[in-house]
């Protein structure tokens, strides 16, 4: 019985290691992508914006640190349904994306935070502004200045067809630039496997499919009911 309490005990000093040596951007990755329980999802949200924000102190210039904890606080409001939180990550994209306007994941996320609230439907329009035009516009300035990767392809796609079920032939063209993308990141090949999940309901013409699909693709769309 000792033997077995010191390898727990390892066991989970080398988790626990692990956890804090994980970056912001791997943490929201982890939580929007690999986790299936909800709390261990906030958990996971609120260490990465913890570690954000000592970043920002550290360096108040830390366009690395001030972007996570953009995207962490939209995520979180996302979580909690908190309209403070959404508003305040909406205010932090503008502002990044004001500074950076060719980056194309800034693009991508300020595309995403309009869309994802309206695909929440919690009064999005009245009590966030989000718009629908300002997501599109979002999501393919990221498509055109994303270069070959499949990332901003791949999640176009998604967001595409979630959006309008209809539009199969613009979200099966994006999929399939996805699937032949560059692969540079753990979010392309993330990106890469869905679009080639995506493109077996969108070469069907099945565009309801590719839609109830694209929203477990997406962020938390893992997540138990």
Partial sequence: MTVTWKWAA??????????MAATPRELLVQAAFQTTNKDQALALVGQAIAGAEAGLLANPRDKEAFFQNAMGTGYRAKL????ADAKAARKMLEQYVTQFPRDPEAQLAIGGWHLDAIAAGF??????????????????????LGGDRAFFKGFAAMMHIRLDPKNVALARSLAEQAARGATPTPLDRLAKRD??????PLRAGDG???AQLSHKLLPFGRLED
């Fill in 10 to 19: 390892a066991a989970a000093i080398v988790m626990t290691t692990s956890a």
């Fill in 208 to 210: 309801k499919a590719a």
């Fill in 123 to 144: 009064l999005a329009t009245t009590v966030l502004g989000a718009k629908k035009d300002a997501g599109v516009a979002g999501v393919d300035r990221s498509v055109a």
């Fill in 195 to 200: 679009a080639e999940a995506l493109l077996i």
């Fill in 80 to 83: 909690t349904r908190k309209p």
